[in-house]
């Protein structure tokens, strides 16, 4: 898609559907000469739009040339540089009505703007210098946290967390290059040579242990956009569409005393101290299943073996058979919980701390029909996963492009430390620093190509 700076553009920048208010964003050089023509205020004598209305509300209706008076609106004004877009911005508040949204923004059109691209309001603050890649990213992670510390963790970025780091590592890293640049100028004026100079120690302590640990850090940032995967697997009848109803607060699997009752899986998502999980409630495994019965079990084994943790439920009321058995040699070598289930049946004792025979590790007690132990289960679960997620989300990285970005950051550096202390030639290192230079940039969206920008934006809705 051609992007035309001097376009003038407009979407709906709220959620589809019906609701109280929905607001129609217009950005570009003729937003207020466009609103005008079809904005009447409250009061007659009022002037049309114009930067003495910055930062206000202004009371009145949006009529139609033909119809007449289509509603009864809001319209803030927003002058550029001091906008979201950093251009002149007008954002039409109307009543939140399918129908009547629609019309106002078919209007807008006709006067001369035309529709917005997915994320083309966020392209023009990035190209506007308002804010800077990394940022414009942390946007969608924020529009799409399904869970508050995701939230936080997108808010954080948003708010320059991983590109005032960036920054500040590129500064230490100029300054490095820079004592290269002069070695390799004036070496012969220099009394220390590169082999015992400090760089490498900078570089080594300074720089390379931030970005490790912000790649570190990714998996914990996956976790928190895409969801932990957590299978709930075990022979039918053990209590496992229980125990997702228990998770969901309701009941949404069936549940019935009949075994195989659940012949496919199902997915939903939950939230577990702050953090997203996919839950999946499988197909009971056992042998001798029916053709639509062993459908099910198929997928089941397919999506244990897809999962981040795996809880093996086992029926804490009866033995354990060869099922219980030979599903446990299936899973065992994930990151796995056992849980013994229905200790409501127990009769008052106490189930056995470990299963005799089947495994060593301590078992989560619990009851899915009265929630008993839930609570102990959510904290083995964040402690078996080792999620020691940074608590204000600065230091957690999410997006795989940058990811890949400071991974070359590290290769670089390791290159160039390999380099001091060498016979070879200075120039070597420097052109290492300065491609680990040019990976920072990239980041925060220096010297992107607009392939890169279409990749990034097109994720966004149109609205933003």
Not at 70 to 91: F, K
Not at 138 to 147: C, E, F, G, H, R
Request: charged share 25%; proline share 4%.
């Amino acid at each position: 898609m051609h992007y035309l700076s001097n376009d003038t553009i407009a979407a709906v920048a709220t959620s589809q559907g019906t609701g109280g208010i929905a607001i129609i964003k217009i950005s570009g050089p003729q937003a207020f000469e466009i609103v005008s023509r079809i904005f009447r205020p409250r009061h007659l004598t009022a002037r049309g739009l114009t930067a003495c209305d910055h930062q206000r509300l202004v009371y009145g209706h949006i009529v139609h040339p033909q119809t007449g008076v289509l509603d009864e609106v809001l319209v803030a004004v927003m002058c550029g540089p001091r906008s979201y877009t950093t251009e002149d911005v007008v954002e039409i508040n109307c009543h939140g009505g399918a129908v009547v949204t629609q019309e106002i923004l078919n209007l807008v059109i006709t006067q001369g703007a035309r529709p917005a691209q997915p994320g083309e309001f966020t392209r023009r603050a990035f190209l506007g210098g308002r804010i800077n890649l990394a940022e414009a990213e942390a946007v969608i992670d924020l529009i799409n946290a399904k869970t508050r510390k995701a939230a936080r963790a997108g808010l954080q970025q948003l708010n320059n967390g991983i590109a005032q780091q960036i920054n500040e590592l590129q500064n230490m890293l100029m300054e490095i290059l820079a004592e290269i640049e002069a070695y390799i100028d004036f070496d012969d004026d220099l009394e220390e040579t590169l082999s015992i100079s400090p760089l490498k120690q900078r570089m080594t302590s300074d720089i390379l242990p931030v970005i490790n640990g912000f790649i570190s850090s990714f998996r914990e940032g996956r976790i928190l956009k895409e969801g932990l995967r957590l299978v709930i697997a075990g022979r039918p009848n053990v209590g496992k569409s229980s125990l997702v109803n228990r998770f969901l607060n309701q009941e949404r699997v069936i549940v019935t005393a009949v075994p195989g009752t659940t012949r496919d899986i199902i997915e939903e998502m939950i939230d577990i101290d702050g953090l997203p999980v996919v839950v999946t409630d499988t197909a009971g495994i056992h042998r001798r299943p029916d053709p639509v019965e062993a459908i099910g079990i198929e997928k089941s084994e397919a999506a244990i073996a897809e999962a981040d943790l795996v809880l093996f439920l086992i029926d804490g009321s009866e033995p354990l058979n060869s099922e219980d058995r030979q599903i446990y040699g299936q899973i065992k070598r994930q990151d796995h919980l056992v849980v013994q289930n229905k200790i409501d049946l127990c009769q008052g004792q106490p189930p056995p701390p470990t299963i005799e025979g089947l495994c060593t590790e301590e078992v989560v007690r619990i009851s899915a029909l009265t929630g008993d132990g839930l609570e102990r289960l959510k904290e083995q679960i964040v402690l078996r996963l080792g999620l020691g997620i940074d608590p204000d989300g600065s230091r957690i990285l999410v997006n795989l492009r940058q990811r890949k970005l400071l991974e070359a950051v590290q290769q670089h550096l390791d290159q160039a430390c390999c380099y001091i202390g060498q016979t070879c030639e200075a120039e070597l290192v420097a052109i290492e620093i300065k491609d680990a230079l040019k990976a920072f940039q990239e980041i925060l969206g220096q010297g992107v190509s607009e392939d890169v920008l279409d990749h990034i934006f097109e994720r966004f809705c149109i609205g933003k």
